[in-house]
């Protein structure tokens, strides 16, 4: 008995040229530019491994604001990233949750997070490896 793996290959430049992603007008910019806000993938980061409250997420994203957390979290909902899932209770209740294609971004996130971390202390005081 034989099992299937569906593995993703990793594009390489050429077929990204292809597709145009190069280009000013490629729709992929918008896109970009939600995820990889330094809020956004903070965001996302967070939502990574559980659903959260609005309060927790401010918590949890230190030094967001308010207005910047609503308007992250809402072109993140747009975009279909995120869920918000509001319970009709006194006081309201709302929780975010990464849905699948979220999860499916945070899943490629996280290793360029891991790296970003291991490697910022050095990078910003100007080492050099060989």
Same mark, same amino acid.
Do not use: F
């Given at each position: 008995?034989?099992?299937?793996?569906?593995?993703?290959?990793?594009?390489?430049?050429?077929?990204?040229?292809?597709?145009?992603?190069?280009?000013?007008?490629?729709?992929? @910019?918008? =896109?970009?530019?939600?995820?990889?806000? %330094?809020?956004?993938?903070?965001? $996302?980061?967070? /939502?990574?491994?559980?659903? #959260?409250?609005?309060?927790?997420? @401010?918590? =949890?994203?230190?030094?967001?604001?308010? %207005?910047?957390?609503?308007?992250? $979290?809402?072109? /993140?909902?747009?975009?279909? #990233?995120?869920?918000?899932?509001?319970?009709?209770?006194?006081?309201?209740?709302?929780?975010?949750?990464?849905?699948?294609?979220?999860?499916? /971004?945070?899943?490629?996130? #996280?290793?360029?997070?891991?790296?970003?971390?291991?490697?910022?202390?050095?990078?910003?005081?100007g080492?050099r490896?060989?």
């Open positions: 008995m034989s099992v299937s793996v569906e593995v993703t290959p990793i594009p390489r430049l050429s077929s990204l040229l292809t597709g145009g992603v190069l280009s000013s007008s490629c729709p992929s @910019r918008v =896109v970009l530019d939600h995820v990889t806000s %330094k809020w956004g993938v903070l965001v $996302l980061v967070a /939502l990574s491994e559980r659903t #959260l409250r609005w309060g927790e997420l @401010r918590k =949890v994203v230190e030094g967001i604001s308010e %207005k910047m957390l609503a308007s992250t $979290l809402r072109t /993140l909902e747009q975009d279909g #990233l995120v869920d918000r899932d509001a319970q009709p209770t006194i006081p309201p209740r709302v929780d975010y949750s990464l849905t699948p294609l979220g999860r499916e /971004l945070t899943d490629h996130m #996280l290793p360029l997070m891991g790296w970003i971390m291991a490697n910022a202390e050095g990078i910003l005081q080492e490896r060989p």
